[in-house]
């Protein structure tokens, strides 16, 4: 991290370089506001670009004093993020801060206007701020006094800071204050703070609004990234389906003689870990389903671990973290690593070395009720498979008799420029093999 001299608006954080030729990022979520107090390593930002979600941290305790970009936009590699003021510098009252009030002329998105204050107006390079906070000098930065915990219970009730009155010296804004104005419920919209999570107002014509009429958002975020992904995938890959029936019913009672011996060790045990040991398992005998092609397509590039990729439904979006290694690990560190990547893709969380390296993926659409899909391929892996519900239905069992069976489906994909219709049907007769008799899997445990 490179960061500018301290000044009257504090110490600049300059977004590092996040490698693999990536120039820009998207602003996803801040989880601080201008005045929060930080502490050291706390997370204080997610930026999303092409290759995955990152969480970016605090270099050290403080104050926050500027956000150089609002929620949605784009900041630049090697340009200011935020400011803040560390921790046990002392700067004189009367000073007023010189970049907050100044766009960066070296960089070109830092001419726009940043962030909102806490007042709810946006500060402007050409007027000094305006509000309750200069006329009763409550400090360099014209910000209404408050606590980050008087600011956060303010940010939870979706209140403008500068509509509570303040009874504290030089108008500082206290919990009373704030408990005394929701008693009093004046929570008219002028006195509410727009939040970021707010859905947009429709797009109107002519100033006009009526019932019906089409609402407009912007693709952004990890939408904007997986639809690039996918229409890269579909329309540069040339992709071939092959789907099969899958009788799991002695997985199923394995699984269920397993669980409580797994759960004594706080191992949530699905089907998701078999699906993966088995599937980690056949690669060894099909590599070609673990391989992929380089960029000019003159070369197989066959991977030596098999890092199996689940498709998790966030709150950010679709996200494809891996289990790394999955051919070397046990049943119940893999039930581990799935329990682990899958509360920290719902929660956005997921680290950057979880999205990268997968080399084959599993998408798990039986779990919301599919019976069927036909998946679009995680460039640049070569295969994927959508597993379907499991259901209860009829089958003949070998002396003729119908008998009911746990029948599950699965679809893959396969990239028709490396594998041909046999690879594919004889890799998942293997892999349907393990699945229907789990037991057989462990004559190849290493």
Known sequence: MSR????????DFVLPDIGEGI???EVVEWRIQEGDEIAEDQPVVDVMTDKALVEITAPEAGRVTRLYYQQGEHARVHSPLFAYLPEGLDLSEGQAPSSAAEPAATNPQMTRQAGSTDEGAVASPS?????????????????IPASPAVRRLVREHALSLSAIPGSGKHGRVLKDDVLRFLEQGDHSDEHRQPSSSETPAPTTVGGTSAVGEIRVEPLKGIQAVMARRMVASASTIPHFAYGDEIDVTELLALRERLK????????????????MKALALAVQEFPILNSRLNDEVTEIHYQSACNIGMAVDSRVGLMVPNVKGVERRSLLAIAGEIAR???EAREGR???ADLKGGTISISN????????ATPIINAPEVAIVAIGKTQQLPRFDADGQVVSRAIMTATWSGDHRVIDGGTIARFVNRWKGYLESPQSMLLHLG
């Not at 701020?129 to 006329?135: E, I, L, N, T």
């Not at 779990?367 to 069927?372: D, E, F, R, S």
């Open 365 to 372: 659409i039986g779990a919301l009720g599919g019976t069927y």
């Open 350 to 352: 997921v680290q950057q």
């Open 23 to 25: 120039v820009e990022c």
């Open 260 to 275: 409580p011996e797994a759960e004594a060790l706080g191992v949530r045990l699905t089907l998701m870990p078999f699906f």
């Open 341 to 343: 990547l899958t509360q």
């Open 127 to 143: 007027a000094p701020q305006q509000g309750r906070a200069s006329a009763q000098g409550s400090g360099a930065f014209g910000r």
């Open 4 to 11: 500018q001299a301290v000044s009257a608006s504090g110490t």
